[in-house]
């Protein structure tokens, strides 16, 4: 892996923005640091160190990092879409179908590197929690890993979504630059007005697509330079999200926080869409020493080696998190009161236990991760971009409902609400995994050469 690593790192073009895939990495890595710490276990179960400690939750404006990470993927999926409509071979006047052929090979592309890791996490736990509960396991913190170790998957089921979304986006982005934006943010605005004003029910969901898809729009702009303000952007977002917490229904922290009556994070609020916005400030202003730091080789061939395995790694590290605090009960080791002066000693040891066992995991399934160069194929046929947009839904909702229901009561058909619609684990594995056949049969033959995918 190391001359491959070096070999990458070498041939890197004078023209990448390598900021971007830093700020990729580090933000994946500050929400499994984040994870890591928040994570409140003693025997009789799993809390939140931000409810424990109240005081720390002004620290999630600086952690909460989400946005940046969705940034980052709307610059990179403008690029890489742009790329493969210039790639597109020409076709007879009237032939048509050129559009549907570079979206699924589009969305096969962006998905293959995020899907199959995912699929292979989801099987390999979804069989193990079956093995568990048949042989009558499932209790204490077995039992709590069960239904959390999925959550962290809501996050590609958004991504999932910014994906299939990439190409009508990016066109009203081209026509009307940061008014798409501000459509966007004002459809935010308007469903928040609608859910804390006027009371109205199930309206608050609609931000899981305003509120996320007006960060990713930020990204398009950034990959045609049009965000020349940074600081202006930084000031403003944090302004208003100050204001907005300090006098709106709006709660304190950036994340998500057991028992509370309004989340920042589930569903997003326009403070969360704000903060978004002092965010992507900020890293701009950040851009200039970093991509400087980025031109010393070392330093370059880390950001490449992290990035290779990044989202196997954001995949597994609740696994190993759990797997270290498992081990720690096992052995008899003391779980400290959460926030005790013990306890804060021992986190140096379990972040570095769990950073070892999350290596571990990587190792054995970062094989997963490596992209596959999709077979040359004929001309597509005008169906495959439906096809490949059923599938990306499918993939959608299945992973989302995932992440709801989790692999806890496997065998007694436990399910969550998705969308009003009650989904179990199964049917949430079942239409991961048919979408995703879709989407690669879709990107077949589209004769559309992907290549590596751009960022």
């Known amino acids: 892996m190391g001359s491959s690593v070096r070999e990458l790192a070498g041939a890197t073009p004078a023209t990448r923005d390598r900021y971007v895939d830093l700020l990729r990495v580090a933000s994946l890595g500050a929400v499994v640091l984040g994870h890591w710490l928040m994570a409140a276990v003693t025997p009789d179960g799993v809390g939140n160190l931000l409810a424990v400690v109240p005081a720390l939750q002004p620290l999630t404006w600086l952690l909460q990092v989400m946005p940046v990470f969705f940034f980052v993927g709307g610059f990179s999926h403008a690029l890489s879409y742009r790329s493969l409509l210039r790639k597109r071979p020409e076709r007879p006047e009237g032939a048509g179908g050129s559009e549907d052929s570079v979206y699924s090979a589009f969305l096969r592309a962006r998905l293959q590197r995020l899907l199959r890791p995912t699929m292979v996490f989801v099987l390999v736990w979804g069989a193990a929690a079956l093995l568990v509960q048949l042989l009558g396991g499932g209790g204490g913190l077995t039992g709590v890993t069960l239904r959390m170790v999925t959550q962290p998957l809501w996050f590609i089921g958004i991504y999932l979504a910014m994906v299939a979304f990439t190409p009508p986006l990016l066109k009203l982005h081209e026509r009307y630059g940061w008014g798409a934006f501000a459509g966007l943010a004002g459809a935010a605005v308007a469903v928040d007005v609608l859910r804390f004003a006027a009371g109205v029910p199930y309206v608050e969901f609609l931000n899981f697509a305003f509120v996320w898809l007006a960060v990713h729009q930020l990204g398009f702009l950034r990959a045609d330079g049009r965000i020349r303000r940074p600081a202006l952007l930084a000031g403003a977002g944090l302004v208003t999200a100050g204001a907005l917490v300090a006098f709106g229904p709006y709660p304190l922290s950036m994340v998500g926080m057991p028992g509370e009556k309004v989340s920042n994070m589930a569903p997003p609020t326009l403070a969360l869409l704000c903060h978004g916005l002092w965010l992507v400030g900020a890293v701009e202003l950040l851009r200039a020493p970093a991509a400087r730091l980025l031109e010393r080789p070392r330093v370059w061939r880390t950001v490449v080696a992290a990035n290779g395995v990044a989202m196997t790694a954001f995949l597994w590290h609740l696994t190993a998190m759990f797997g270290v605090y498992g081990a720690m009960l096992a052995l008899d080791v003391e779980l400290p009161a959460p926030a005790s002066a013990a306890w804060w000693a021992q986190v140096p040891l379990r972040i570095t236990l769990a950073a070892a066992l999350t290596a571990g995991l990587v190792a054995a399934f970062r094989a997963f991760?490596?992209?596959?160069?999709?077979?040359?194929?004929?001309?597509?046929?005008?169906?495959?971009?439906?096809?490949?947009?059923?599938?990306?839904?499918?993939?959608?909702?299945?992973?989302?409902?995932?992440?709801?229901?989790?692999?806890?009561?496997?065998?007694?058909?436990?399910?969550?609400?998705?969308?009003?619609?009650?989904?179990?684990?199964?049917?949430?594995?079942?239409?991961?995994l048919g979408g995703w056949l879709l989407v690669e049969r879709a990107g077949r033959g589209t004769g559309v050469r992907a290549g590596r995918p751009a960022r």
């Open 369 to 432: 991760e490596r992209p596959v160069s999709a077979p040359p194929g004929a001309a597509g046929s005008t169906g495959a971009g439906p096809l490949a947009a059923l599938g990306a839904t499918l993939c959608l909702l299945g992973v989302l409902g995932l992440s709801m229901v989790g692999f806890g009561g496997l065998l007694d058909g436990r399910t969550a609400l998705l969308i009003a619609i009650p989904v179990s684990a199964p049917a949430a594995v079942a239409m991961t």
